[in-house]
């Protein structure tokens, strides 16, 4: 194996990486939202709407502050993917990131679930209704910004061919 085939194959796991890292961000900053909206004792009724869009909104968000970063950082001399230096520190803090965030919120969730349910007097057809759109929430946005993603650079590559 030549060394450009190694640089392509470490981005793209940086890329998966990278990716999951973001995701593991939002879905603990989506949590603790939760939380604290449980916590204010807005109905699960109300939440089941509203968290699939606050999942949007985030999701999207993020997408576009990414987006716009890739094209403001990648003005530089040289271009190509095997011409830049490669992110190890980067890879690094996201597989940390990973690696601790993700089992954290889980064990955060599993230990606001004990406790909430023995202060709420909340029928289980309703939590589990919400716990259904809270993560189709998750789903849908995930697919949508990745299909948006997809057509945005295939439309820059088009752009870029045409050029």
Request: proline share 0%; hydrophobic share 55%; net charge positive.
């Given at each position: 194996m030549n060394k450009e085939n190694i640089l392509l194959m470490l981005w793209i796991i940086f890329?998966?990486?990278?990716v999951i890292a973001v995701e593991s961000i939002l879905y603990f900053?989506?949590?603790?939202l939760y939380f604290g909206f449980a916590e204010l004792g807005i109905s699960y009724n109300v939440m089941t709407y509203v968290f699939p869009i606050i999942t949007l909104i985030f999701y999207s968000l993020t997408a576009l502050f990414l987006l716009?970063?890739?094209k403001?950082?990648?003005?530089t001399k040289t271009s190509g993917i095997y011409l830049t230096e490669f992110p190890k520190r980067l890879l690094i803090i996201s597989a940390l990131v990973v690696f601790i965030l993700t089992p954290l919120t889980n064990k955060l969730s599993g230990m606001y679930a004990e406790s909430a349910s023995e202060n709420t007097l909340l029928e289980m057809g309703e939590y589990l209704r919400f716990y259904g759109w809270f993560n189709l929430g998750f789903a849908i946005s995930q697919t949508l910004v990745l299909i948006a993603m997809?057509?945005?650079?295939?439309?820059k590559l088009k752009e870029l061919n045409k050029n």
């Open positions: 890329g998966f990486v990278f900053i989506i949590h603790l716009n970063r890739i403001t950082k990648s003005i997809v057509g945005f650079s295939l439309i």
